[in-house]
């Protein structure tokens, strides 16, 4: 009997140290993780949603693609908020922002930037895009280059997706009542190897949540010619790409025909996601960016 009470002591004594420790090592990740503040800027009546994480009148401000949201740079916060203040955007009609039935073009955009940076006192920023977030970011550059420090491109387009005839078709297919299908696929066919379930199934959230007069809006802003010219981004510009064997063989040289301050830098083994599937790599990259360039340096 007196055995038996020992082992069971000795069970209790086991799993209070085990609970001892998942509280401590629990709170200690708590405590480590930035804490981010939720605000809105307005831009033309609607709220544009962004989350701030530390000070400064410089900032990292990270810019998220196509039917996605804040939540895209989840992995990337911890690292980038200890260096230099960052701020996430929720674009209009994403995420936690309005979502009023209105034209979602670059320029909108790019505009709601700008009023989230006022809103924050931002004077100027390294503006970081993934996907459609790239033209956004340029865009901004067009309108604003004097709050633009510089550029980072996230697998994202300097030039045209396709010819407008392909352009149309994706539109359409956008426009029809299954186009929640036609998102899974076009996504489904963006993802890399190691791209978690848990991260595909935030992209899928994101995307569901994402109204279907905001995915068509948008798509035809990016399939807008007009925000394809061919003038110069005249700051530095630091592009994460995912091979693709679509791309052409001297993507650098075009993108630095635009850029001509440019770190190109091709990625293999990864998808569309590149910040989702090597958060660790793409983070140390872009802060060797911007300690080369002597950018947001606290």
Not at 156 to 173: C, E, N, R, Y
Request: proline share 5%; charged share 20%; net charge positive.
């Amino acid at each position: 009997m007196k055995r038996k009470n020992g082992h069971k002591r000795l069970l209790a004594l086991v799993i209070l140290a085990l609970a001892f420790t998942t509280l401590v090592r629990d709170t200690a990740q708590a405590q480590a993780e930035p804490k981010g503040t939720s605000h809105f800027a307005s831009l033309e009546g609607a709220r544009v949603h962004y989350v701030n994480y530390g000070t400064g009148s410089d900032a990292l401000v990270l810019i998220h693609g196509w039917t996605c949201n804040v939540d895209s740079w989840r992995d990337q916060i911890s690292d980038f908020s200890k260096r230099n203040r960052v701020i996430a955007i929720d674009l209009p009609g994403h995420g936690k922002s309005d979502k009023p039935e209105i034209t979602y073009g670059m320029d909108l955009f790019a505009r709601a930037v700008d009023a989230v940076l006022q809103d924050a006192k931002v004077n100027r920023a390294v503006l970081m895009g993934h996907s459609m977030g790239t033209p956004i970011a340029r865009q901004f550059y067009r309108k604003y280059p004097q709050k633009t420090l510089a550029i980072v491109i996230v697998d994202g387009a300097l030039g045209p997706f396709g010819d407008k005839s392909m352009m149309d078709k994706m539109v359409a297919s956008l426009r029809a009542p299954n186009y929640q299908d036609v998102l899974r696929a076009m996504f489904g066919s963006m993802k890399g190897p190691a791209l978690s379930t848990e991260a595909q199934e935030r992209i899928a959230l994101s995307t569901r949540n994402t109204p279907q007069h905001v995915v068509v809006s948008a798509m035809e802003g990016m399939a807008d010619q007009s925000i394809w010219g061919p003038d110069k981004i005249n700051v530095p510009v630091l592009a994460i790409m995912a091979k693709n064997p679509m791309f052409p063989p001297n993507m650098d040289q075009q993108y630095k025909a635009i850029a001509p301050d440019l770190d190109f830098q091709m990625w293999d083994g990864v998808g569309h996601f590149i910040m989702m599937e090597k958060p660790k790599e793409f983070n140390l990259a872009v802060l060797g960016f911007l300690d080369k360039k002597k950018l947001l340096k606290r």
